[in-house]
C-alpha cells in the first residue's frame, strides 16, 4: 500500500488513482532562461522517486512535465521584467534561441542524473491556443476582469482560494498590489498580460497582443493532456503558495469541480545553510560539481539520503562522504556480484519487504537505503543479493549494477576480493593499508589499475 503525504489535505494518505493502474501526474519544469541550478535538480530527482516508485508498485505513468519557454515576469506576482526576454538581451540572442540553449543542457542534466522523465514533455509556446481557450472559459463563469495592463483572475470569486497554503483571502499582509493598484484584490493574478509592441514573444489573442500568464500555462497543459480529473501534481515548496495555489483556482473554476487530487511538494535545498545566491557566488550546477571532481550520481545519492519533505543542507564535505559512501556501496555490489553463496528464501523476502514498506512509506529512500546497506554488508556474497539491488534500483536509479564486469574466468576469487578490499580502503583514503594490499596483488602475480569508477584487474 502506497501512502503519500498530500499538501493539500496535510496527511499521509493511501494512493489510489483515480483509473485502475494508471497515474495521471503532473510536474512543473524548468524555465529555461538560464541554467537549472541543482536545487531545481533536487526537484527533479524527488519527481525521479516518485515516478520510479510508483513503477516499482506496477502502475503505468502519464505524466506531464512543461518547459517554460514563455518569459512570465521576474516575480511570481506580475511585476518586474520578463525572464526570457532579459536573458536575450544578456546574451545578444533571441528568446527561441535561449529557451533551446538552456532545455538542451537541462535534459542532458536530467539524463546524467539517470531521471525517469515524463512521458509527455511540452512547450509553453505550443499550448498557446489551449491557454486561450482556458481563459474564455474562465471569463464565460464570470471570473476575470480586464484592466489596462491584462486579463486578471478574480479571487473572491472562488471561496476556496487559498486552501493549498491557508492563505485567508480577508488577510493580505504585506502583499502588495504592486505597481498595479486596479486590481480588485492583491491575489487577483494575470491570466493574460498585454505587452508593448517590441516585446519579442507575443500572441495574438480575444482581449489583445499579449503574453499568457505563468500560470495558466500549467493549467491548460494539465487539462489538455490530462483532463479535468488527475492524479498527482508535483513542484517545489517554493511554487505552494502562489503558483499552486493560482493554478487550483484557474483549475476547480473551470471544471466545477476538484481536477487534482494529491499535491506533492519538496523542499529546498540550502547551500551553506542559506538559499543559493549570485551575490554569494554559491549558486551551483550540475557541470560545477563535476569540475570539482564529482559525478551526478553522487549529488543523486546525497539527495536520496535524505526525505524529500525536509530541508538539506549542500556543502562540499557533504557530498565528498556521500560520494564516498556511493563508491562503498558499489564496491560491496561488485563483491556481490561475483559472490557464489546461497542466501535463505527468508532472508531475501524480508528484506524485499522492507525495502518496498520504505518506499511506499511516502517515499522514504533514507530507509530504503538503510535496508539496502543492511543487505549487502550482513549477507554472504552472493549473486542473489546483486540480482536484488537490480530490483531495489529501479525505485533508486541510482545505476548500482552498472560497472565494468571483471572477467572472472580468468581472475581468481581471492584476487577480486584483495581488490575490492583495496577499493574500500581507498574509499576511506586508508593509503598504508591500501598500498599493502596492491602489494599483495601484485605478489599474487596480478597488476591493479585505478579507474574513474573502480579498478580494473590484469594478470601479469
Ligand atoms: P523554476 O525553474 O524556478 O520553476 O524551478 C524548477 C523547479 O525547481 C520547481 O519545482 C521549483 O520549485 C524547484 N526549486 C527551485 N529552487 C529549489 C531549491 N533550492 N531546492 C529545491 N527545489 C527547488
Ligand atoms: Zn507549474
Given at each position: 500500500?502506497?501512502?503519500?503525504?498530500?499538501?493539500?489535505?496535510?496527511?499521509?494518505?493511501?494512493?489510489?488513482?483515480?483509473?485502475?493502474?494508471?497515474?495521471?501526474?503532473?510536474?512543473?519544469?524548468?524555465?529555461?532562461?538560464?541554467?537549472?541550478?541543482?536545487?531545481?535538480?533536487?526537484?527533479?530527482?524527488?519527481?525521479?522517486?516518485?515516478?520510479?516508485?510508483?513503477?516499482?508498485?506496477?502502475?503505468?505513468?502519464?505524466?506531464?512535465?512543461?518547459?517554460?519557454?514563455?518569459?512570465?515576469?521576474?516575480?511570481?506576482?506580475?511585476?518586474?521584467?520578463?525572464?526570457?526576454?532579459?536573458?536575450?538581451?544578456?546574451?545578444?540572442?533571441?528568446?527561441?534561441?535561449?529557451?533551446?540553449?538552456?532545455?538542451?543542457?537541462?535534459?542532458?542534466?536530467?539524463?546524467?542524473?539517470?531521471?525517469?522523465?515524463?512521458?509527455?514533455?511540452?512547450?509553453?509556446?505550443?499550448?498557446?491556443?489551449?491557454?486561450?481557450?482556458?481563459?474564455?472559459?474562465?471569463?464565460?463563469?464570470?471570473?476575470?476582469?480586464?484592466?489596462?495592463?491584462?486579463?486578471?483572475?478574480?479571487?473572491?470569486?472562488?471561496?476556496?482560494?487559498?486552501?493549498?497554503?491557508?492563505?485567508?483571502?480577508?488577510?493580505?499582509?504585506?502583499?502588495?498590489?504592486?505597481?498595479?493598484?486596479?486590481?480588485?484584490?492583491?491575489?487577483?493574478?494575470?491570466?493574460?498580460?498585454?505587452?508593448?509592441?517590441?516585446?519579442?514573444?507575443?500572441?495574438?489573442?480575444?482581449?489583445?497582443?499579449?503574453?499568457?500568464?505563468?500560470?495558466?500555462?500549467?493549467?491548460?497543459?494539465?487539462?489538455?493532456?490530462?483532463?479535468?480529473?488527475?492524479?498527482?501534481?508535483?513542484?517545489?515548496?517554493?511554487?505552494?503558495?502562489?503558483?499552486?495555489?493560482?493554478?487550483?483556482?484557474?483549475?476547480?473554476?473551470?471544471?466545477?469541480?476538484?481536477?487534482?487530487?494529491?499535491?506533492?511538494?519538496?523542499?529546498?535545498?540550502?547551500?551553506?545553510?542559506?538559499?543559493?545566491?549570485?551575490?554569494?557566488?554559491?549558486?551551483?550546477?550540475?557541470?560545477?560539481?563535476?569540475?570539482?571532481?564529482?559525478?551526478?550520481?553522487?549529488?543523486?545519492?546525497?539527495?536520496?539520503?535524505?526525505?524529500?519533505?525536509?530541508?538539506?543542507?549542500?556543502?562540499?564535505?557533504?557530498?565528498?562522504?556521500?560520494?564516498?559512501?556511493?563508491?562503498?556501496l558499489?564496491?560491496l555490489v561488485i563483491e556481490h556480484f561475483n559472490g557464489k553463496e546461497k542466501i535463505s528464501d527468508?532472508n531475501l523476502a524480508k528484506y524485499k519487504?522492507?525495502f518496498?514498506?520504505?518506499?511506499?512509506?511516502?517515499?522514504?529512500?533514507?530507509?530504503?537505503?538503510?535496508v539496502l546497506w543492511t543487505m549487502l554488508k550482513t549477507e554472504k556474497r552472493s549473486k542473489q543479493v546483486f540480482d536484488l539491488v537490480g530490483e531495489f534500483d529501479?525505485?533508486?536509479?541510482?545505476?548500482l549494477t552498472?560497472?565494468?564486469?571483471?572477467?572472472?574466468?580468468?581472475?581468481?576469487?581471492?584476487?577480486?576480493?584483495?581488490?575490492?578490499?583495496?577499493?574500500?580502503?581507498?574509499?576511506?583514503?586508508?593509503?598504508?593499508?591500501?598500498?599493502?594490499?596492491?602489494?599483495?596483488?601484485?605478489?599474487?602475480?596480478?597488476?591493479?589499475?585505478?579507474?574513474?569508477?573502480?579498478?580494473?584487474?590484469?594478470?601479469?
Amino acid at each position: 500500500m502506497l501512502k503519500l503525504f498530500n499538501s493539500l489535505t496535510q496527511r499521509k494518505e493511501t494512493f489510489k488513482p483515480i483509473e485502475d493502474g494508471l497515474v495521471k501526474m503532473y510536474t512543473c519544469g524548468p524555465t529555461v532562461y538560464y541554467y537549472q541550478h541543482i536545487g531545481n535538480m533536487r526537484a527533479y530527482i524527488f519527481m525521479d522517486s516518485l515516478r520510479r516508485t510508483l513503477k516499482y508498485n506496477g502502475y503505468k505513468i502519464k505524466g506531464v512535465m512543461n518547459v517554460t519557454d514563455v518569459g512570465h515576469l521576474t516575480s511570481d506576482e506580475d511585476s518586474g521584467e520578463d525572464k526570457m526576454e532579459l536573458a536575450a538581451k544578456r546574451e545578444n540572442k533571441n528568446p527561441y534561441e535561449i529557451a533551446k540553449f538552456y532545455a538542451d543542457i537541462f535534459f542532458k542534466d536530467l539524463e546524467l542524473l539517470n531521471i525517469d522523465i515524463p512521458e509527455n514533455i511540452t512547450y509553453a509556446t505550443k499550448f498557446i491556443p489551449q491557454m486561450i481557450d482556458f481563459i474564455k472559459g474562465l471569463e464565460q463563469k464570470g471570473y476575470t476582469y480586464q484592466i489596462s495592463d491584462g486579463v486578471y483572475f478574480y479571487v473572491q470569486k472562488f471561496p476556496s482560494y487559498g486552501q493549498l497554503s491557508q492563505k485567508d483571502l480577508s488577510k493580505t499582509g504585506n502583499a502588495r498590489i504592486e505597481e498595479n493598484l486596479d486590481k480588485h484584490h492583491p491575489f487577483d493574478f494575470a491570466l493574460w498580460k498585454f505587452v508593448s509592441p517590441n516585446h519579442i514573444m507575443k500572441w495574438d489573442s480575444p482581449w489583445g497582443v499579449g503574453c499568457p500568464g505563468w500560470h495558466i500555462e500549467c493549467s491548460a497543459m494539465g487539462r489538455d493532456l490530462l483532463g479535468d480529473r488527475f492524479d498527482i501534481h508535483t513542484g517545489g515548496i517554493d511554487h505552494k503558495t502562489v503558483h499552486h495555489e493560482d493554478e487550483i483556482a484557474q483549475n476547480d473554476a473551470l471544471a466545477g469541480h476538484r481536477v487534482v487530487n494529491t499535491w506533492i511538494h519538496n523542499e529546498f535545498l540550502l547551500v551553506d545553510g542559506g538559499k543559493m545566491s549570485k551575490s554569494l557566488g554559491n549558486v551551483y550546477t550540475l557541470n560545477d560539481l563535476k569540475n570539482k571532481g564529482f559525478e551526478p550520481m553522487d549529488f543523486k545519492y546525497f539527495c536520496l539520503n535524505t526525505h524529500y519533505s525536509k530541508k538539506i543542507n549542500f556543502t562540499f564535505e557533504g557530498l565528498k562522504s556521500s560520494s564516498a559512501g556511493l563508491k562503498n556501496l558499489k564496491t560491496l555490489v561488485i563483491e556481490h556480484f561475483n559472490g557464489k553463496e546461497k542466501i535463505s528464501d527468508e532472508n531475501l523476502a524480508k528484506y524485499k519487504e522492507d525495502f518496498l514498506n520504505a518506499i511506499n512509506d511516502d517515499l522514504n529512500m533514507p530507509l530504503a537505503l538503510g535496508v539496502l546497506w543492511t543487505m549487502l554488508k550482513t549477507e554472504k556474497r552472493s549473486k542473489q543479493v546483486f540480482d536484488l539491488v537490480g530490483e531495489f534500483d529501479r525505485a533508486l536509479g541510482l545505476n548500482l549494477t552498472v560497472f565494468e564486469e571483471q572477467k572472472e574466468e580468468d581472475i581468481p576469487n581471492e584476487i577480486i576480493q584483495l581488490a575490492n578490499k583495496r577499493q574500500v580502503a581507498r574509499n576511506n583514503k586508508l593509503w598504508a593499508e591500501s598500498d599493502k594490499l596492491r602489494d599483495e596483488i601484485n605478489s599474487l602475480g596480478y597488476k591493479i589499475l585505478d579507474k574513474k569508477d573502480g579498478y580494473e584487474l590484469i594478470k601479469q
